[in-house]
């Protein structure tokens, strides 16, 4: 999965690397999904100031495979954790979060479902559904994984929206360009814009996880101290308010 998508990704991601001595303190690549509650648990951090640049997963992490000068690395799917931990790119990880995969769709245009399944049925023919890419964007690998387990990914794939990171599809719902959109739970909370119309089962999908790590390649002083915040107990209050559910 990973391999097929470095060429693609590769002349972007170096591109995207930001020049050096541009963040002052902590720099942190996190998952999009992450906006909001990490911005809150950074400002509560009583160590050295904390930016955070927000992207799909997969980019940030072709970003510090190129040589990006990040110091911590959040991810939605492990598999990118574990691709720069392969590489020697990263020191120490921890799984911190999980989260669920949800159906939304425009705010006032649907109702709670009985089912997935019953959700996906009653689609209209020409109904558009927005999700991550596919093969590389974490939510977007759940979604994938979620419409399998439904036997409706063949089905759905010539409307299947891919886009770059799960806000921009959770976007796409709120605007109405998209009927609907497989986004995370606390994606849904944030954005008043969209309503949930199912919870995904579990089962229909690989367990979702945030690892934090630190990447090797940083030097502050104090990254694994903020890695051990990210764990503690304040950080997951502010994490649960946002709809993520903490790991012990």
């Known amino acids: 999965m990973l391999k097929a998508l470095r060429a693609l990704l590769g002349a972007a991601a170096i591109a995207a690397v930001p020049a050096p001595g541009l963040a002052e303190g902590l720099l942190v690549f996190a998952a999009a ?12 951090w009583a160590g050295a100031p904390v930016t955070i ?16 000068p990040a110091d911590l690395f959040v991810s939605a799917h492990q598999a990118w954790m574990s691709h720069l931990s392969d590489l020697g ?10 989260n669920r995969l949800v159906l939304v769709g425009p705010q006032g245009q649907v109702e709670p479902a009985a089912s997935f399944a019953a959700a996906l049925d009653a689609l209209p023919e020409d109904a558009r559904l927005a999700t991550g890419l596919l ?29 770059e ?6 976007a796409l719902a709120a605007r109405g360009e998209v009927a609907r959109a497989l986004v995370y739970r606390s994606d849904a909370m944030a954005e008043p814009g969209v309503a949930i119309e199912v919870l995904i089962p ?20 104090e990254a694994a101290d903020f890695l ?9 209050a502010v994490f649960a308010g946002h709809g993520f559910e903490v790991l012990e």
């Open 33 to 44: 999904s992450l906006r909001g509650a990490l911005d809150e648990v950074g400002a509560a």
């Open 53 to 68: 640049s927000y992207g799909g997963s997969a980019m940030l992490a072709r970003q510090i495979e190129a040589g990006a």
């Open 89 to 98: 790119l990263i020191s120490e990880s921890r799984e911190i979060l999980s």
């Open 135 to 163: 093969n590389a964007v974490p939510a977007g690998i759940y979604a994938r994984q979620a419409l399998t387990t439904e036997q409706m990914l063949h089905t759905l794939m010539p409307r299947i929206v891919q886009t």
């Open 165 to 170: 990171n799960v806000r921009i599809a959770l």
């Open 202 to 221: 579990q089962f229909h999908h690989q367990p979702i996880r945030y690892p934090a790590g630190i990447v090797a390649n940083g030097d502050h002083p």
């Open 228 to 236: 051990t915040f990210l764990s503690g107990a304040e950080a997951g």
